[in-house]
């Protein structure tokens, strides 16, 4: 059974940072766009951020919110993705999820912003920015 288990959320103070880590199991790693997520409370889930490893290298893609904040990665050797957030806001605070979708390498990145093409999803940790 595949599984996708994320670690890493905490309390952190405005302008902190904490660095996420989703660890990948029993699925081809490398042949999956990653994606974290998040859900704040009475809100929808809304698209963070993603990673896809290509024929060119690996491609990111960023919602504007984070751009120049947030930075994904991923370890393809060991299955493992992470988000490093960095200059931490309030608005940050949610719980965030790790997802697979399963790359069509001839789709641009963009479309892994909808959650329709991830096929896995972790439990989510959560993460709190305190003022």
């Known amino acids: 059974q595949v599984q996708l288990v994320e670690s890493g959320g905490g309390l952190v103070q405005v302008g902190g940072s904490l660095r996420l880590s989703c660890a990948a199991s029993?699925?081809?790693?490398?042949?999956?766009?990653m994606g974290w997520f998040r859900q704040a409370p009475g809100k929808e889930r809304e698209f963070v951020a993603s990673a896809a490893r290509r024929s060119s290298g690996d491609s990111t893609d960023y919602t504007d919110s984070v751009e120049g904040r947030f930075t994904i990665s991923r370890d393809n050797a060991n299955n493992r993705m992470y988000l490093q957030m960095n200059s931490l806001k309030p608005e940050d605070t949610a719980v965030y999820y790790c997802?697979?979708?399963?790359?069509?390498?001839?789709?641009?990145?963009?479309?892994?912003?909808?959650?329709?093409?991830?096929?896995?999803w972790g439990q989510g940790t959560q993460v709190t920015v305190s003022s």
């Open positions: 029993r699925f081809i790693f490398s042949r999956y766009v």
């Open positions: 997802a697979a979708g399963r790359d069509n390498p001839y789709s641009s990145l963009s479309y892994y912003r909808n959650l329709v093409p991830y096929d896995y």
